[in-house]
């Protein structure tokens, strides 16, 4: 079985590379686009909004609350085009 999937890379992975303003678990959209066999898959993740990672994480800072977002959850910050090298934050 085969996956169509839109890829995502951190700061990192793209040619400016990773910025001050740019959080730990900041994402970038891309244009990439390819199919992959099922079982490369490693794990699961979610990518949210900004403003749905926002909430989510002052809902966890409450007091009295030790939670934090998982590892495997990220925050959509722009997009970044890989033939262009070029990214645009929404932030």
């Known amino acids: 079985m085969v996956v ?10 793209t040619k400016p590379g990773r910025r001050p303003s ?6 970038y959209r891309s244009t990439h686009v390819d199919e992959n066999d099922v079982q490369t898959i490693s794990h699961k993740c979610e990518v949210l909004t900004p403003e749905e990672f926002k ?3 002052q809902t966890l ?18 997009s970044y085009d890989p033939n262009n090298e070029t990214l645009q934050t929404e932030l």
């Open 22 to 27: 740019d959080g730990k678990q900041s994402l």
């Open 61 to 78: 800072d409450t007091p009295g609350t030790r939670t934090s977002l998982s590892d495997r959850v990220f925050c959509c910050i722009g």
């Open 55 to 57: 909430r989510r994480s």
């Open 4 to 13: 169509r999937v839109k890829w995502f890379y951190h700061p990192e992975e």
